[in-house]
C-alpha cells in the first residue's frame, strides 16, 4: 500500500517539534501571521493483520510519532501546499479542486479537502485559502501509517481552522473516503481510526463489521512496543495490497453460497472454507484461510491481554507473521529475519509485520528491560544477513489528533 508523504524531522519534545515546524512553515510561506500547529500520530497495528476490510477485528494503538501539520488562513481562495522534503509548491483553488489524483503526496491532502469542503457546504459554511505546511517524524513507507496520519490530520486541522466542529468519528470517515476514493487505495478502516480515536496506554479494539470499539489497558511500565524498520519500502505495493483486497472479495463471494448467512468473510467459518475452498482460485483460499484464522487469534489475544497475559499476546502474535508468511504471502525475508531474531531474544513475548507487508517494519511485544538486548540481536543478525542495519526503535503511545499552542 503506497503510503502518504509526509516529512522528517527530528524527535524531541511535542512543543518543541511543533515551534520547529512552524518556524520551517514561515522560513517557506513568509510573513503574514503566525500560524496554527496540529499533530496527528501514526500507529502500529499489534493484532488482526489484514481484517479491517474483511470485517474482521483488529487491535492498533498509537505511537508518539506522526504528522505536523501548520496552517495560515489566506484572504483568497487558494491553498497551498508543501512538505518539508518535497521543494514542490502544489497550488490549487477551492472553487476549482482536481477531480483526479496526479499520483504525488499531496493527493492526500487534496482528497481530504475535498471531504472536508463538502462537509462544510453542507452546513452553509464556506471554506477559505489556506498555507498549509506539512512535516512530522514518521518513516514513511514503513507499515506505520503515514497515509491515515496526514489524513485524519489534515482532516483535524481544517475542522478547526474552518470552525466546524465536526465529531472526531465524521473527521476519520472524511479521511478514509479521500483514501479510498481520491487516492485509490482500497484499504480497510483500521487506520484512519486507530489514529483519529487514540487513547494514552490503550489498545483499541476495533470491530471493523459493527464498528464497535473499546479500549483495552496495557501496561507500559511492564511491556515495551519495538518497531524495526526494514528499510525496505513499499512504494509499489499499492498493486499488490489491492490484488489481497480483491482476492479476499473473490473468496467471500465463492463461499458465501455455502453460508448465506455470512456477511463478510469474518463470518465464514473455517468448516465452510474446508468443505468448498477447492471451489476457489487457489490464492483466494490462501487468503480466506489466513483471516478466518487469524479472527481466532485476535479474539484469543484480546482475552490474554484482557487477563495479564503479555507472553499469551506475543504468541498470537508471531503465530499471526508465519500466516501472513505462508498463507496471505506479504512478508519478504527482511521482515521474517527480523521476527525470527526477535522471538529468540529472553524477553521477547512475540513479534510479527505490521502493516500491509511487502517491506515496511515489524513489531514486537517485550518485558521492559529486554530493550537494550533486543537492538543488538537485531542488529546483529540482520546485518549478517543483508549487509545493513535496520532500524530499532521503541514507542509510547499517544493521545490522538489535536492542536500544539506552541507560541
Known amino acids: 500500500m503506497t503510503e502518504a508523504h509526509p516529512t522528517t524531522a527530528g524527535r524531541g519534545g511535542e512543543l ?3 515551534a520547529a515546524h512552524a518556524g520551517a512553515f514561515q522560513e517557506r510561506f513568509g510573513a503574514g501571521g503566525r500560524p496554527r500547529v496540529f499533530f496527528s500520530p501514526g500507529r502500529v497495528n499489534l493484532m488482526g493483520a489484514h481484517l479491517d476490510y474483511n470485517g474482521g477485528p483488529v487491535m ?10 501548520a496552517v495560515r488562513a489566506r484572504r483568497d481562495t ?3 501546499l508543501a512538505s ?5 509548491l502544489v497550488e490549487l483553488d477551492i472553487d476549482r479542486l482536481p477531480a483526479a489524483r496526479s499520483g504525488r503526496w499531496a493527493d492526500y491532502p ?9 462537509l462544510a457546504d453542507a452546513q452553509g459554511a464556506r471554506g477559505i485559502g489556506l498555507d498549509v505546511l506539512f512535516g512530522g517524524n514518521l518513516p514513511v513507507g514503513a507499515g506505520l501509517s503515514s497515509s491515515a496520519s496526514i489524513c485524519v490530520g489534515t482532516a483535524f486541522a481544517l475542522d478547526a481552522v474552518y470552525g466546524l466542529g465536526l465529531p472526531r468519528v465524521e473527521l476519520v470517515h472524511a479521511a478514509l473516503r479521500a483514501e479510498r476514493g481520491f487516492v485509490g487505495v482500497q484499504c480497510g478502516i483500521m487506520d484512519p481510526y486507530a489514529v483519529g480515536l487514540a487513547r494514552q496506554s490503550s489498545l483499541l479494539w476495533l470491530d471493523c463489521k459493527d464498528r464497535s470499539s473499546e479500549y483495552i489497558p496495557i501496561d507500559h511500565e511492564r511491556v515495551s512496543i519495538a518497531v524495526a524498520d526494514t528499510l525496505v519500502r513499499r512504494e509499489l505495493a499499492q498493486g499488490a495490497f489491492n490484488e489481497r483486497v480483491a482476492q479476499c472479495r473473490a473468496a467471500f463471494d465463492g463461499l458465501r453460497p455455502h453460508q448465506p448467512d455470512a456477511t463478510c468473510l469474518r463470518d465464514v467459518r473455517f468448516e465452510t472454507l474446508a468443505a468448498h475452498g477447492g471451489e476457489l482460485e487457489p490464492a ?9 484464522q487469524e479472527v481466532a487469534r485476535t479474539f484469543s489475544a484480546r482475552d490474554a491481554l484482557r487477563r495479564g497475559d503479555a507472553a499469551g499476546f506475543g504468541a498470537e502474535m ?3 507473521h508465519d500466516s501472513l508468511r505462508e498463507l496471505f504471502e506479504v512478508s519478504v525475508p527482511e521482515l521474517d529475519r527480523l521476527v525470527e531474531s526477535a522471538v529468540a531474544t529472553p524477553g521477547v513475548h512475540g513479534a510479527r509485520l505490521t502493516g500491509a507487508g511487502f517491506g515496511g517494519c515489524a513489531v514486537v511485544l517485550l518485558e521492559r528491560g529486554a530493550e537494550a538486548d533486543l537492538a543488538a540481536r537485531l542488529t546483529r543478525d540482520y546485518e549478517a544477513a543483508f549487509g545493513r542495519a535496520p532500524v530499532v526503535e521503541f514507542f509510547g503511545g499517544d493521545p490522538g489528533p489535536r492542536e500544539i499552542p506552541w507560541n
Request: zero cysteines; glycine letters at 10%.
Open 60 to 69: 492498533p494503538t498509537a505511537i508518539d510519532r506522526g504528522t505536523f501539520v
Open 16 to 18: 518543541g517539534l511543533a
Open 110 to 118: 487534496v482528497g481530504v479537502l475535498r471531504e472536508i469542503l463538502a
Open 78 to 80: 487558494r491553498v497551498a
Open 284 to 292: 483466494s483460499a490462501r487468503r480466506a484461510h489466513h483471516v478466518i
Open 318 to 320: 508471531t503465530r499471526a
Open 84 to 88: 518539508t522534503l518535497d521543494g514542490a
